[in-house]
């Protein structure tokens, strides 16, 4: 029998949680412990509710980890990205918490996140967040979104 744990949502019909709050993430062991390499995730799609207006804001997040001694499964994120589609949040709280929940419960060796919001009142807003300095010798590549320039 292995010591290392099943993902709960993997291979499974996993209906979207109706927040983020009441979201699962899902963490299984690293399979290259102790090895320093980076992990990324885009989501172009994102999205979640102007607190204000009720309106949808779309975002293409980007997420970048260099994991400790766990990695989270990506099927778990997906769902929980998706938990936003309700939610009401200014887009700060929204990047920054993203952020936070993933360093908190995965505990990576570093982790920052890049939300690129779409605008809002004719004004982009992009939110960056970072766990602190990264790792020496991690090779950290340009997030690859450009800032907002409209259609010229």
Not at 26 to 39: A, E, H, M, S, T
Not at 105 to 126: A, N, S, T
Request: glycine share 12%; proline share 11%; charged share 20%.
């Amino acid at each position: 029998m292995s010591d290392t744990p099943t993902p709960k949502f993997l291979g499974e019909n996993s209906p979207l949680p109706a927040s983020p709050e009441e979201a699962e993430l899902d963490y299984v062991p690293n399979p290259r412990k102790g090895q320093l390499y980076l992990v990324r995730f885009a989501a172009p799609e994102f999205t979640s509710l102007c607190p204000v207006t009720g309106q949808p804001d779309f975002a293409h997040l980007v997420i970048d980890y260099a994991p400790g001694d766990t990695i989270v499964e990506s099927k778990s994120l997906k769902l929980f990205l998706g938990s936003f589609r309700n939610h009401n949040g200014f887009h700060e709280d929204v990047t920054v918490g993203i952020g936070q929940r993933l360093f908190g419960e995965m505990k990576p060796r570093w982790l920052r996140i890049g939300g690129y919001w779409y605008p809002r009142g004719g004004i982009p807003i992009d939110v960056f967040w970072q766990s602190g300095a990264p790792p020496e010798g991690l090779w950290l590549p340009d997030q690859g979104v450009s800032s907002y320039r409209g259609r010229g």
